[in-house]
């Protein structure tokens, strides 16, 4: 009996720590890959889905961070320490994921916790060259 019982807890604990590991890679945070505009393309407040900020764009440059969270522009100096970035205005986002493409980050707005996930938005700051307008006509 007591076989079955420790049988029964080692499959449970394994699903459960598979299911949980299996969400999100684990991943060594890169900065430089933190740099750039990100639009946040889904969103928890206290752990139930919200539409409010979806839509939402961040912009991270060297140590300056701007976002229209609340439907204006916000910018703030910032610090990154571990996988933290302290802004000046007193806001904390940690960084629980970061890859080329998406940035998952917990925040604190209002007494509500949320947690978003941001996908990176292209680079458009390059110059334009003939190949890139030559499907354009003139009017």
């Given at each position: ?60 440059e060297s140590n300056q961070i701007s976002h229209n ?22 806001t904390q986002y940690k960084i629980e994921y970061l ?41």
């Amino acid at each position: 009996m007591r076989l079955i019982a420790l049988a029964v807890f080692v499959i449970l604990y394994s699903c459960k720590h598979y299911s949980t590991s299996a969400e999100l890679p684990a991943n060594p945070l890169d900065t430089s890959k933190l740099y750039g505009r990100w639009m946040v393309i889904d969103a928890l407040r206290n752990n139930r889905p919200t539409q409010t900020i979806t839509g939402a764009v961040f912009a991270l440059e060297s140590n300056q961070i701007s976002h229209n969270l609340s439907g204006t522009e916000n910018l703030s100096q910032f610090d990154l320490k571990d996988s933290t970035l302290y802004a000046s205005d007193q806001t904390q986002y940690k960084i629980e994921y970061l890859n080329d493409s998406l940035l998952i980050l917990y925040t604190l707005i209002q007494n509500n916790k949320f947690r978003m996930s941001l996908k990176k938005l292209p680079d458009y700051s390059s110059e334009l060259t003939e190949s890139d307008t030559s499907h354009l006509k003139p009017y």
